[in-house]
């Protein structure tokens, strides 16, 4: 399958190197090419520079937002959230339509430093904000619960046994993302909380999943809902 992904931090690198690994034809896309090819230092956070970390993944492309868009049969948001609406604008419009859209991201707020607030929430989220903008795309908000690593192979911890969430309008759209979380990346538990109104919820999480970082020093964590 042809995949774009949008964003070349460590969650578009955990993103597109798996489902590269998984033999789909993927391309990162970057709002400035050039600029993101040149960048050799590493992140402060430790991920390397795309530039470093494509030699080890020659079979991930590299093109402009529009470039990833224009490629993807489906695509994954995985920029910083508060950029997302600004990369999609530049991915455009016509090459979004009618494509189901994997949305990672979230509204974090680095303005006043760490740890940031959220840019959105309480009667708004970005998903939504990105559904609206875009209403001929199906919407997906999965995965922005847990670090990169995790994203990709929940098996890291606890043997898989913990818990996934997805949302959005589409019921079809949700199913397939749901199939995929399970047969791409591993995810056993996954569940459906409705709408896209419900990524109000999954985004106003990461306040605590950050204080939960910082208690217990590593992102290598995960809740597991319990009946």
């Not at 959105?120 to 619960?145: C, F, H, M, W």
Request: net charge neutral; hydrophobic share 45%; proline share 4%.
């Amino acid at each position: 399958m042809k995949i774009g992904v949008f964003g070349t931090s460590m969650v578009g690198q955990a993103i597109s190197g798996k489902l590269a690994e998984l033999g789909h034809d993927v391309m990162v896309g970057t709002r400035d090419v050039a600029a993101t090819q040149a960048k050799t230092e590493p992140h402060p956070y430790g991920f390397p520079a795309f530039s470093v970390w494509q030699k080890e993944h020659a079979n991930v492309k590299l093109g402009t937002f529009a470039d990833a868009a224009k490629h993807g049969e489906v695509l994954f948001n995985a920029t910083n959230g508060t950029g997302s609406l600004a990369a999609l604008k530049l991915a455009g419009e016509s090459n979004l339509n009618g494509k189901l859209l994997v949305d990672i991201a979230n509204p974090l707020d680095f303005s006043h430093g760490n740890p940031p607030s959220l840019s959105v929430s309480n009667t708004d989220s970005l998903g939504e904000q990105i559904q609206r903008a875009y209403p001929n795309v199906n919407v997906v908000k999965t995965l922005n619960t847990v670090t990169a690593f995790l994203m990709v192979n929940p098996g890291l911890v606890a043997n898989a046994d913990h818990t996934m969430f997805v949302c959005g309008n589409d019921v079809a759209a949700k199913a397939q993302v749901t199939e995929w979380l399970k047969d791409w990346f591993g995810w056993k538990d996954v569940i459906d909380l409705g709408d896209i109104t419900s990524a109000r919820g999954t985004e106003m999480y990461l306040p605590i999943w950050l204080r939960l970082w910082g208690a217990l020093g590593t992102g290598m964590f995960n809740v597991k809902i319990v009946k």
